[in-house]
């Protein structure tokens, strides 16, 4: 097989078969085929797209390049959760020991955060000695014991995806329906999950902008999921606003405590309920998805999501008193308000410049190289909708450092305030399951 003809197929049009897209990623992975003709191949991709049978197809392909994860000794269906990024995203904090309370197995990989704000792992540690360094016996266990166990990637998990990724960012490539669902869903499907539940964002703040965008992406790794034996659904949910409240490490975590104890922001909490009824049903723990709520409404009332949250910290090595006690979470030496400047309704609130705003206080990773400040971050006090009166406080900055113009001014800029009456954005736009 000469890669130059295949590039040529796709080119005019057609179809690669199963055996030339194997070679391709093999190929690639290995370093016998150049990162040119790779480069070649996936514009040609952008512009004649991928079929159902050639987007199944590379998506194994990937998983196959690399180690892949067996959970085979952890009882129960293994559900994983998606999401495609946000500003401010706490679901993953929440779900974990929301869905694990009800029986549901959370064996979870998770990395760090570059960008606005940290990832899951740089979140869990501004919780005192807890860790993600365990091997994966002691992770199998934790799994079987508790439910629910966080450990960190394994460094050789779909090496043909980082390559190519790497590759599309600087070719003008990352735009394609067909190379972002695989790339996404090889990635969950490595990581060893039987069924997944995709948190597709749109919105100002999200990868995809426009509702057609994520319900086509959606679609997509709906298919790719199906197609390859897991069962696979998607929720489409709002991002032209941060979710929640807090945006940073540490005010993360107080606010997934806020909302296992029922207590949280009413978006997030919507969103969890919506995405963990989804987990428990394809677990098959709950014969409806009305069931699964129900269930996991009672997991918040009863405290036993808050207590499986305290179990999983303490067994990784975490101080779980912090659940009673959030103030032995890292604090920020200046809190600041942010005045509202005229009375009216919000309108806006940008996520992705908020989410820089929190960068800039040093909540997130500038290079990989960068040490994060874990108590610091931002706490909304509106959102998109609601009335403010001057002076009431738009934001709650929490800082490490005295001078914080730079940030005010850039959240002076992303939060709009109008004299006209606004409605909030819809939070849950579709649910996609076929
Ligand atoms: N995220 C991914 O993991 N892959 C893509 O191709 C785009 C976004
Ligand atoms: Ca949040």
Do not use: W
Not at 4 to 12: A, N, T, W
Not at 294 to 317: H, I, N, Y
Not at 345 to 352: L, N, R, T
Not at 375 to 384: D, E, N, T
């Amino acid at each position: 097989m000469r890669m130059v003809d295949l590039i040529e197929k796709k080119r005019d049009g057609h179809e690669l078969s199963t055996e030339e897209i194997n070679f391709i990623i093999s190929g690639y992975t290995d370093g016998t085929i150049p990162d040119y003709q790779v480069s070649a191949l996936t514009m040609a991709i952008v512009f004649r797209g991928m079929s159902e049978r050639e987007r199944a197809d590379l998506t194994m392909a990937m998983v196959e390049s690399g180690d892949q994860i067996n959970l085979s000794q952890i009882e129960g269906i293994k559900v994983d959760k998606h999401s495609t990024g946000g500003v401010g995203d706490t679901t993953t904090l929440v779900l974990g020991p929301l869905v694990a309370a009800v029986g549901v197995p959370v064996a979870k990989m998770s990395g760090r955060g570059l960008g606005h704000t940290g990832g899951t792992i740089d979140k869990l540690e501004s919780v005192e000695g807890f860790h993600v360094e365990i091997d994966n016996d002691e992770f199998i266990q934790l799994v079987n014991k508790n439910k629910i166990a966080v450990i960190g990637q394994s460094g050789n998990l779909t090496p043909a995806d980082k390559k190519l990724y790497a590759l599309r960012d600087v070719t003008a490539t990352v735009e394609s329906i067909p190379l972002i669902a695989s790339s996404i869903m090889s990635k969950k499907i490595a990581a060893g999950a039987d069924a997944i539940v995709l948190d597709v964002k749109t919105g100002a703040g999200a990868f995809m902008k426009t509702l057609d965008d994520s319900r086509e992406l959606a679609h997509a790794m709906v298919r790719i999921g199906n197609n390859v034996g897991r069962r696979t659904m998607a929720v489409i949910s709002d991002m032209s606003q941060p979710l929640g409240f807090a945006i940073g490490n540490a005010l993360e975590v107080k606010e997934a405590i806020d909302t296992l104890k029922g207590e949280g922001p009413a978006d997030l909490t919507e969103l969890c309920l919506t995405l963990g009824s989804h987990m428990v049903y394809l677990a098959e723990r709950a014969n409806s998805l009305p069931e699964a709520r129900t269930m996991l409404e009672k997991a918040m009332e009863d405290g036993s999501a808050l207590e499986k949250l305290k179990v999983f910290l303490s067994s990784q090595g975490g101080d779980g008193s912090i659940v009673d006690h959030p103030e032995k979470l890292p604090q920020a030496k200046f809190i600041v308000e942010l005045e509202a400047k005229e009375d009216g309704y919000v309108a806006e609130i940008v996520a992705d410049e908020v989410g820089t705003a929190a960068m800039l206080l040093g909540a997130g990773r500038v290079t990989k190289e960068s040490v994060i400040d874990l108590a610091v971050g931002l706490v909304l006090r509106k959102k998109i909708g609601d009335h403010v009166k001057k002076g009431d406080s738009l934001v709650t900055i929490y800082s490490n450092f005295e001078n914080i113009d730079e940030v005010k001014q850039k959240l002076y800029d992303n939060i709009k305030v109008t004299s006209q009456k606004v409605t909030a954005p819809t939070l849950i736009h579709e649910e996609i399951t076929e």
